[in-house]
């Protein structure tokens, strides 16, 4: 046998660690310590793999001291624009910080722990948005953004789909490594983990492939979604079914940037967030327009002085004009010459044809999902009152229709577009990769004019005080 230093290999007794498995183990760290003085004796507390504990008896440590950083975090977090403080909060620090814990170890087994960590959660989402919760809304907040809510997922949530996948996904290496005689070795707690599983949801198929955690998570979300839904009526249901249309949470997704204009400022997340979660908006107050604007702010949102439609419509306008001139295609907003059946031009036109030689015209509007004339649509159907008001446009200009295309851009205060509007958008930012753009230049474009609309909202909201003059600044 040649000696380890002859091959240049040496043990360092200083990074090795010494677990006793039993009381006849503990015994021999002297002999150990004798031959590689240094070394450490570690207790089932404190072993860990790559800063995951092994042994049971570590996990409620790992809980606390994955909370104290959550705490750290959220605190640290607070001196941001609350827009940034979420992003950071979302892909950072909550539940990714601990995602490899959740994978490896049964956390489902420690609710009072995985509780604690959760809450702290919600107590940093409530302290950076300067927005209350009640537990619909949290667990609503909870939920990926696709499926209406915040992507600040609860460890509760995520705890079992992760370990599931985690599992499954390693059990064929395990079983190569430690395979003897063709059994099969079990990866601990799996089971109990399957069976968790199946209490929670009953009678539905396990995923296709058990590694993808996202397949398990989906069937939890779909789950939950489902309760909130089951129990919402009126304006809560209108405003879940706008939520999970994943258009709906553009702006979640935007990378908060002052430079390109997509960092909302605090008031306009704090009222974003409130109206997608259905919290308080403002105290219950008179409208300058002489309406009662209740405390969900609804009112605002389809007032008809609502001074937020404004500076949207050319926002919206501005932001697909843009667009269309970085696809090479020239375009000019309100053309000259054009009117429509009521005597007004349209927002837009395109000076080259978009499609069959024709050149495209557009017009945008925005309206509330929850205005009164359109809740009995909007609790049927997502994007019910956009469809509407498509068709609406649609008629204003049957009499161009000869000569032009159409595309109505309309786009309800939740986020959802007519089914016309995503066609073009999706159009148009295929032009735009196809011109040498990036490729999320379609998500890009979608996400601005998401933040937008909700830039829109805060101000209708804060228009219903006085004057106007609260909105100052927003479109700045
Ligand atoms: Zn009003």
New binding site residues.
């Given amino acids: 046998m040649v000696p380890s230093g002859v091959l240049g290999l040496e043990v360092n007794p200083k990074k090795c660690e010494f677990f006793p498995c039993s009381a006849e183990a503990r015994d021999s760290f002297a002999t150990f310590s004798h031959l590689l003085p240094g070394l450490k004796e570690v207790s089932a507390q404190s072993f860990a793999l790559l800063g995951s504990p092994i042994c049971s008896e570590a996990i409620p440590e790992a809980f606390e001291e994955r909370r104290q950083l959550l705490l750290m975090a959220a605190e640290r977090l607070g001196d941001l624009p609350a827009h940034v403080a979420l992003v950071l909060l979302r892909v950072c620090f909550a539940v990714p910080k601990i995602i490899y814990f959740l994978r490896t170890v049964p956390a489902w087994l420690y609710p009072d722990h995985i509780d604690s960590f959760d809450y702290v959660l919600k107590e940093s989402v409530e302290r950076l948005l300067n927005v209350s919760l009640n537990p619909d809304q949290w667990v609503l907040a909870s939920l990926p953004i696709r499926n209406g809510g915040l992507g600040i997922r609860r460890a509760r949530d995520v705890s079992l789909p992760a370990f599931l996948a985690s599992s499954e996904g390693v059990v064929g290496l395990v079983t190569k490594i430690l395979s003897v005689n063709g059994d099969r070795p079990t990866i601990p707690f799996a089971s109990d983990a399957v069976a968790a599983w199946r209490t929670l949801n009953p009678n539905v198929p396990m995923p296709d492939k058990l590694d993808r955690q996202r397949l398990w998570d989906d069937i939890g979300v779909r789950r939950v979604f489902d309760g909130l839904l089951e129990g919402a009526v009126g304006a809560d249901k209108a405003r879940l079914l706008a939520v999970s249309r994943p258009e709906a949470g553009a702006w979640l997704q935007a990378l908060p940037s002052p430079h390109m204009g997509t960092l909302l400022d605090n008031n306009s997340m704090r009222v974003a967030v409130a109206l997608r979660l259905g919290c308080d908006v403002c105290e219950p107050h008179i409208?300058?327009?002489g309406?009662m604007?209740e405390s969900n702010g609804h009112?605002?949102l389809s007032?008809?002085?609502?001074v937020g439609r404004f500076p949207r419509h050319h926002a919206l306008n501005d932001i697909v004009r843009r667009a269309l001139l970085s696809a090479n295609v020239p375009c000019m907003l309100e053309p000259p010459g054009l009117s429509r059946t009521d005597g007004k031009r349209p927002d837009g036109l395109t000076l080259i044809p978009w499609e069959k030689g024709k050149c495209l015209l557009w017009d945008a509007t925005c309206v509330s999902t929850f205005a009164a004339s359109h809740m009995g649509r909007t609790v049927r159907a997502a994007g019910a009152a956009a469809e509407l008001a498509a068709l609406r446009k649609r008629d204003k200009y049957s009499a161009l229709l000869t000569k032009y295309l159409f595309v109505p851009l309309a786009v309800e205060t939740s986020g959802c577009w007519c089914a016309e509007a995503k066609i073009f958008l999706s159009e148009l930012g295929q032009r735009l990769r196809e011109g040498g753009h990036d490729p999320r230049s379609g998500s890009f474009l979608m996400q601005r004019l998401s933040i937008a609309v909700q830039r829109g909202n805060a101000a209708s909201v804060m228009g219903?005080f006085a004057s106007g003059r609260a909105r100052d600044g927003l479109f700045d």
């Fill in positions: 409208c300058i327009c309406t604007v009112h605002a007032c008809c002085r609502c219903t």
